[in-house]
């Protein structure tokens, strides 16, 4: 998303302590005046460029509704965006349960099997394997972790009218520990996944859901998480419009779990998206997001954005996404901005390459002692996930370091081919600059700290193969490989690597 820039954030002064030592040249080329005006070069240049395709698509004739929205109510897009049920493209515009998207393992199943009068099943079953070694960034034995998790996730939907609809989604989650270090152990889990009620067709282009919902969007930068919820949307012609107020496990989600967990994330979120569909998958949206925490905290952020993606010539894609978040945390004031653009070119001919380049800016805090908090900061609900021109989801800022956009900066090169239609490769490298020197990479799971004397974080490379040769049946295998930069100790640069695969099978 395109950063809305402070003017006030970086000056002259200072720099020359930022470019000390062999860092000098990489950091003085990236000084905030020559970021900020890229980021406002290319985001008015993408902009424009989306605003005048708009602008011709309605010129030509009327759009195709495809409106990838902010949230997606139950996993669907923007109120009747588009058939939730990709293989019944003549079905009425409100099916009976949620789609699945490839590769997302929090995706809810179908419910299209009749098992009584208005109900429905279906499900799925996956087995998800993920083995990590070194994070600790040192060769000593023993660091590594490996789990395989089998679930058993069914669903059921109860229609009885055109008003109403009932749908709920509980999952088995059985994971075993096949080789691990420190005192984390693996518990069973039965997860109360979904369970929501939609009342619809009472006026047009209106639905009201009520319940445990599942909010996503696009590219997973704001939310990718199952949230007790009431969301109101509506949708005429190419503009969806939704509003919502939500709360991270308000209701236990786990049934089995006989103690509430005190590291929850305790937002509640007042969230409101409009969003306008044009071409056949462009879109451009602006959101409003205001968390209240209630438990563990008094923060209390304010966030205001845009995002837009789609095509802007044939075989070129784009996606913007900023936001400025304003707010209060306890005594000290809120002041962030992040950025995230990127193009992906893909070429015709034998096996479909493409290549992605991107960019991803989140602000940090130079002098952490004042009464201003500097930094942005993504929403807590987040996944960073999307596909560039491949048929697999992965983590777009890292599936190793996997960092949230705060303090840091993000340089994105790929490269992908479809040797079949539902075969996909990418590989994808990762290049990391600290904003501000600190002592910590927010987000990610790595079990030692920066130092707080370089910016530079360190490098990544991910291989990421996807298949999809039915629709029942999906497949990601994904290796990824984070070499530590001068940021860590110097007994800490040894490399960190994560292997991950996941296998799901559909019934419905």
């Keep these: 998303m395109p950063t809305l820039v402070r003017d006030d954030v970086q000056r002259t002064t200072g720099l020359e302590s930022d470019c000390a030592g062999s860092e000098r040249k990489l950091t003085c080329m990236l000084s905030k005046t020559g970021i900020q005006r890229t980021i406002v070069s290319a985001a008015v240049a993408l902009l424009f460029a989306s605003t005048a395709q708009a602008a011709a698509e309605l010129k030509n004739g009327p759009a195709n509704l ?86 058993l996730s069914p669903a059921f939907a109860y229609t009885p009218n055109q008003y109403l609809q009932i749908y709920a989604n509980p999952a088995l989650e059985i994971p075993v520990a096949v080789e691990k270090t420190g005192e984390n152990p693996q518990t069973t ?83 409101a998206y409009a969003d306008y569909a044009f071409g056949k998958k462009n879109h451009v949206g602006v959101f409003a997001l205001y968390q209240d925490q209630q438990r563990l905290g008094t923060a209390r952020p304010f966030y205001l954005g845009i995002q837009s993606g789609g095509r802007l010539v044939k075989g070129l894609k784009y996606w913007i996404q900023a936001a400025i978040v304003r707010g209060t945390d306890g005594a000290k004031s809120i002041r962030g901005e992040a950025i ?66 705060t303090n840091l900066m993000v340089f994105t090169g790929g490269a992908g081919i479809r ?45 990421v193969a996807g298949y999809q040769g039915t629709p029942q049946l999906q497949t990601k295998f994904v290796l990824g490989y984070f070499l530590p930069g001068r940021a860590f100790p110097e007994g800490s640069r040894d490399g960190a690597f994560l292997a991950s695969i996941l296998l799901r099978y559909n019934f419905y």
Excluded: C
Excluded at 428 to 440: G, R
Excluded at 452 to 459: E, I, N, R, T
């Design 189 to 271: 889990k039965l997860n109360l996944n979904l369970v929501f009620l939609t009342l619809k067709n009472v006026v047009p282009g209106a639905k009201l859901q009520v319940g445990r919902q599942r909010f996503i969007d696009t590219r997973r930068w704001l939310f990718n998480e199952n949230m007790d919820a009431a969301r109101l949307a509506y949708q005429y012609e190419n503009l969806s419009l939704e509003l919502s107020v939500s709360q991270f496990n308000l209701v236990q989600r786990n049934l089995l779990r006989r103690e509430e967990l005190e590291d929850e994330e305790t937002f509640v979120n007042y969230y």
């Design 66 to 151: 495809l409106t990838p929205s902010s949230t997606e109510a139950s996993s669907t897009t923007t109120p009747a965006a588009k058939p939730l049920d990709p293989n019944t493209p003549s079905d009425p515009p409100e099916p009976t349960a949620p789609t699945i998207e490839p590769f997302d393992q929090n995706a809810p199943p179908r419910a299209t099997i009749p098992i009584g009068p208005n109900l429905t099943f279906g499900g799925y079953v996956s087995l998800e394997g993920e083995t990590n070694r070194n994070y600790r960034l040192t060769s000593k034995p023993g660091d590594a972790n490996s789990i395989l998790t089998p679930t």
């Design 419 to 463: 040797p079949f239609e539902k075969t996909s490769f990418d590989l994808v490298y990762h290049y990391y600059l600290q904003d501000h020197t600190s002592t910590s990479i927010r987000g990610s799971d790595l079990a030692t700290d920066p130092t707080g004397l370089s910016k530079h974080v360190g490098s990544e490379l991910d291989l």
């Design 340 to 405: 995230d653009v990127g193009l992906t070119q893909r070429f015709d001919g034998f096996w479909e390459p493409s290549i992605t380049i991107g960019y991803a800016y989140g602000t940090g805090d130079r002098n952490p002692d004042d009464n201003v908090d500097t930094r942005f900061r993504q929403t807590g609900f987040q996944g960073n996930s999307d596909k560039f021109n491949g048929v697999a989801r992965f983590k777009y800022y890292g599936e190793v370091l996997d960092p949230r956009l």
